[in-house]
Nanobody, 117 residues
């Protein structure tokens, strides 16, 4: 079965950095684009970043452009989200996501990122 397992979240001060990891299994990782979403308390889940199957194409939400970087290692079935210059408004639960050709969305359990002094 499809599994997405996030890790790397935590508490960080404003201006700090974190690197999130998503380990994928149960599907052909290298033939699917991968996404990172986040959901802050009281807000809707929003797309943060997307990476194409070979990593040659990326998309970022305007709010994170220039600060976040998404990457992947197909040999390790892993997608990363490097987050720099973190702000309190980046505080959220971050989710790894894949939409397979069957048109079914799969989500990880999420990892909490808290930016606070």
């Amino acid at each position: 079965q499809v599994q997405l397992v996030e890790s790397g979240g935590g508490l960080v001060q404003p201006g700090g950095s974190l690197r999130l990891f998503c380990a994928a299994s149960g599907f052909t990782f290298s033939t699917n684009a991968m996404n990172w979403y986040r959901q802050a308390p009281g807000k809707e889940r929003e797309l943060v970043a997307r990476i194409s199957m070979f990593g040659t194409g990326t998309f970022y939400a305007d709010s994170v452009k220039g600060r976040f970087s998404i990457s992947r290692e197909n040999a390790k079935n892993t997608v990363y989200l490097q987050m720099n210059s973190l702000k309190p408004e980046d505080t959220a639960v971050y989710f790894c996501n894949v939409l397979l050709s069957s048109n079914v969305d799969y989500w990880g359990q999420g990892t909490q990122v808290t930016v606070s002094s």
